[in-house]
C-alpha cells in the first residue's frame, strides 16, 4: 500500500464565449487542494493543454491564456501529477482530471500489461485513463472504473461530447454543478461556483456520470451505489470555508465541531479561560463554535503569513515543518498572561500543535487548552487524503489495536497528548460527538480515519 496519497481539485466549465480565464480563476479558487501542480486543457476542435509545476497565478503567463483557446475546458490542481493528461485513442481525443486515489493499482497495472498495455509512469490517472479508453464510449469507460478500481474519485473528461463528470459509487469526494447565463460548470467545491458569480445547481450524485455540453447537463448513467460515503474530513479541515458540500455548509459544520467541544466542557464542570483562539486557517471555524456556545470571548493570537502554503499539504515532512514556522507568527499583546483555549481540526503527527502550545507560552500565556474537532485519527486514508503511516499517527501510538471506544479511552488518551504537547489540557470531540456536529446520517459518511472501518469492505 503506498504511505502517502493525494489531494487535488478539478474544475470543469462549457461556455458560449471563450473558457479560458473561467478555468484559471476556478482552479485558483481550488488552489487549497493542491499546490504543486497545476493544469489546463481546453477544446477548439482539438485539445491544447498546459501543465505547470507550481502554483495557478504564479505559473500560467498570459501567452498560456492566449494558447488555451475553446469555449469548454477542464482544468486540475494537485499535490502529486501533473493533470489533465490528453490522449488519442478510439474514443478520439480527450482530456481527463481526477481527484482521488486508486487503491489497486499495481493489480491494474499488472493486469494490463498482461494484457500488452504499456505504462510511462504508472500514476493512478494513467491506469484510470487507460481503463476508460479500453472501452467503446466514455460512460462505458466510467462504468469500467466502478467495477475495477478500489478506491475514491471524482473526475472529469474533456471530449468532442462535451465535459463528462463523474463521482465514485461512495461519492468519497465532493463534486458539484452550478450554471449561469451561458456557462455551465462543474468543480470539487462550490466555492469555485460561487466565486465566479454561477448558481450552484446540485451535487453529483455517487455514481452518476454528467454530460455537460452546449446544451445543458444530461445524466448518462446512474451506476448502482451500495451505500454513500463522503469523507468526513472534507468538512473538519480539507474543504474551504465557503463551500458546501452534499448539502451542508463547510462553515455550519466546523461551527457545529466547535460548539460539541464548548458542551462537554460545559458538562464536565465548565472550564475557566479568558480568550477562545483558532491555529489559523482550518481552527477558525471550530474556535467561533466554541466562542459562541461558551461565551468566551474570541481573539486572534496568530498572524497568519497568506503568503505560506497550507502545510498539511506540503509533500515532506520537512517542508511541512519549515512551512508551518513561516505561516504563523503569534501576537504576543493578545496572549501575554492569558488562559487560552485553542481550537484546532485535527492533531496528525502533534509536532505542529506542539511548537503552537510552546510558542503561546513562551510568548507568556498562562494556561493553553488544546480542543480538537475530529476525533483522534487512529489510521491512515487509503483514499486520497494525504495521511501518513499509522507510525506517524500520534494517538495510534497510544492505542496500537484500533480505535476509542469508550469515554474513559479517549480521557485517558488526551492526558497523554497534553502531556506529550505540553499542553495544560486536551479534548476532541468523541466519534458520536462529531457525527452529531455534522449533522450527516453516520452511513453516509466515510469515518474510517477515526475507527478504521472501509467504508468500500462489506462486514
Ligand atoms: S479515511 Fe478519512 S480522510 Fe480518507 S476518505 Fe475516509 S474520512 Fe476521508
Not at 478500481?149 to 463521482?167: E, F, P, Q, T
Request: hydrophobic share 40%.
Amino acid at each position: 500500500m503506498k504511505s502517502l496519497q493525494d489531494n487535488c481539485g478539478v474544475f470543469g466549465l462549457c461556455s458560449d464565449t471563450e473558457c479560458v480565464h473561467d478555468i484559471f480563476q476556478g482552479i485558483d479558487f481550488l488552489q487549497h487542494r493542491g499546490q504543486e501542480y497545476c493544469g489546463i486543457s481546453t477544446f477548439d476542435g482539438g485539445i491544447r493543454q498546459i501543465t505547470h509545476y507550481g502554483k495557478v497565478a504564479g505559473t500560467f503567463k498570459y501567452e498560456d491564456l492566449e494558447y488555451l483557446k475553446g469555449t469548454r475546458g477542464i482544468g486540475h490542481v494537485s499535490l502529486w501529477e501533473r493533470q489533465p493528461v490528453r490522449w488519442q485513442c478510439q474514443l478520439g481525443e480527450i482530456a481527463v482530471a481526477f481527484s482521488g486515489n486508486v487503491l489497486n493499482s499495481d493489480e491494474l497495472i499488472a493486469d494490463m500489461k498482461a494484457r500488452g498495455k504499456a505504462f510511462f509512469q504508472g500514476y493512478d490517472i494513467e491506469v484510470i485513463c487507460k481503463i476508460i479508453m479500453e472501452e467503446r464510449d466514455v460512460v462505458a469507460g466510467i462504468h469500467a472504473l466502478a467495477k475495477k478500481v478500489k478506491g475514491a474519485y471524482s473526475l472529469v473528461v474533456l471530449s468532442n461530447d462535451g465535459i463528462y463528470a463523474a463521482r465514485d459509487i461512495y461519492g468519497f469526494r465532493p463534486l458539484i454543478l452550478g450554471k449561469a447565463a451561458g456557462r455551465r460548470a462543474v468543480a470539487s467545491e462550490s466555492r469555485a461556483i460561487q466565486n465566479l458569480e454561477m448558481e450552484i445547481l446540485r451535487d453529483v450524485r455517487a455514481g452518476e456520470v454528467v454530460l455537460i455540453n452546449d446544451k445543458g447537463f444530461k445524466t448518462m448513467a446512474q451506476l448502482d451505489s451500495p451505500r454513500r460515503a463522503h469523507c468526513a474530513f472534507e468538512w473538519a479541515y480539507t474543504a474551504s470555508l465557503d463551500s458546501i458540500i452534499d448539502g451542508v455548509y463547510v462553515q455550519e459544520a466546523r461551527n457545529n465541531l466547535g460548539k460539541s467541544l464548548a458542551e462537554r466542557d460545559i458538562e464536565e464542570g465548565g472550564l475557566e479561560a479568558d480568550i477562545v483562539a483558532a491555529v489559523p486557517m482550518s481552527g477558525i471555524g471550530h474556535a467561533l463554535g466554541y466562542h459562541r456556545r461558551s461565551k468566551i470571548n474570541y481573539q486572534e493570537v496568530f498572524l497568519y503569513n497568506r503568503y505560506a502554503d497550507r502545510s498539511y499539504t506540503q509533500s515532506t515532512q520537512l517542508a511541512r515543518e519549515k512551512m508551518a514556522k513561516r505561516k504563523l507568527s503569534v501576537l504576543h499583546y493578545a496572549v501575554k498572561e492569558k488562559r487560552i483555549v485553542l481550537c484546532d481540526d485535527s492533531i496528525v503527527r502533534g509536532t505542529q500543535i506542539l511548537h503552537k502550545v510552546r510558542d503561546l507560552k513562551k510568548a507568556g500565556a498562562k494556561e493553553v487548552h488544546v480542543r480538537i474537532a475530529c476525533p483522534p485519527l487512529m489510521c491512515p486514508c487509503n483514499f486520497g487524503i494525504s495521511t501518513r503511516s499509522h507510525e506517524e499517527l500520534t494517538a495510534r501510538r497510544y492505542f496500537k489495536t484500533g480505535h476509542i471506544v469508550s469515554m474513559e479511552q479517549l480521557r485517558e488518551l488526551e492526558v497523554r497528548i497534553a502531556d506529550e504537547i505540553n499542553a495544560d489540557s486536551v479534548k476532541y470531540n468523541s466519534l458520536d460527538a462529531f457525527v452529531a456536529a455534522m449533522g450527516i446520517p453516520r452511513e453516509d459518511l466515510c469515518l474510517m480515519c477515526f475507527d478504521g472501518r472501509s467504508p468500500t469492505e462489506t462486514e
